[in-house]
């Protein structure tokens, strides 16, 4: 199995500020790369596929990048509505495999 | 208006078995593959099942397989999880999910699995 890692698993952060979140997979998986959004009580959302495709409705304030096994998360501009966990996740290979959460505060 | 809403969660004694359910509108259901994701409480996303969409394939997490059985009933836009043995670990919300890249998610099922 692919072994997604993210870093940091936490943060604090102030509104306006620029945020990276990292993930790093265990082997090459090409640009097949995805990001969640997870607000507590509720369903992932998908942020990002492919890497760096932005879904239709997210903020373009979040932006992905990387290829192989290293991709980065940012957001240009943190609002507080970001406020949620956010996951990588692998659709490379069976099974798919997540990465194990970055929780992202506002200070 | 993509819509998943899963059903059949509760509380189960160790050993014993569950059926959920998600129901699916909005979208043409027997075109696109379906996942089961669970979370247990306050924990990260780990992968169940998935489906293809015409039930030609089935894969299974490690942890599950041989105890679950992922199906799918097309004229009916429903998703089922058959869960039997089982154990404390398998405690969590269960979540379905639409396409190859989870692109639509329902709002969960809790699985409680307790003496």
């Known amino acids: 199995d692919i072994q997604m890692t993210q870093s940091p698993s936490s943060l604090a952060a102030s509104v306006g500020d620029r945020v990276t979140i990292t993930c790093r997979a265990s082997?090459?998986?090409?640009?097949?790369l995805n990001w969640y959004q997870q607000k507590p009580g509720k369903a992932p959302k998908l942020l990002m596929s492919?890497?760096?495709t932005l879904q239709s409705g997210v903020p373009s304030r979040f932006r992905g990048s990387g290829s192989e096994t290293d991709f980065t998360l940012t957001i240009s501009s943190l609002q507080p509505e970001d406020c949620a966990t956010y996951f990588c996740?692998?659709?490379?290979?069976?099974?798919?495999?997540f990465g194990q959460g970055t929780k992202l505060e506002i200070k | 208006e993509v819509h998943l809403v899963e059903s059949g969660g509760g509380l189960v004694q160790p050993g014993g078995s569950l059926r959920l359910s998600c129901a699916a509108s909005?979208?043409?259901?027997?075109?696109?593959?379906m996942h089961w994701v669970r979370q247990a409480p306050g924990k990260g996303l780990v992968w169940v099942s998935h489906?293809?969409?015409?039930?030609?394939?089935?894969t299974y997490a490690d942890s599950v397989r041989g105890r679950f059985t992922i199906s799918r009933d097309n004229a009916k836009n429903t998703l089922y999880l058959q869960m039997n043995s089982l154990r404390a670990e398998d405690t969590a919300v269960y979540y379905c999910?639409?396409?190859?890249?989870?692109?639509?998610w329902g709002q969960g099922t809790l699985v409680t699995v307790s003496s």
């Open positions: 909005g979208f043409t259901f027997s075109m696109f593959w």
């Open positions: 999910a639409r396409n190859w890249v989870p692109d639509s």
């Open positions: 489906i293809s969409s015409d039930e030609s394939d089935t």
């Open positions: 082997q090459s998986i090409s640009t097949y």
């Open positions: 996740q692998q659709s490379y290979s069976t099974p798919p495999t």
């Open positions: 492919a890497a760096s």
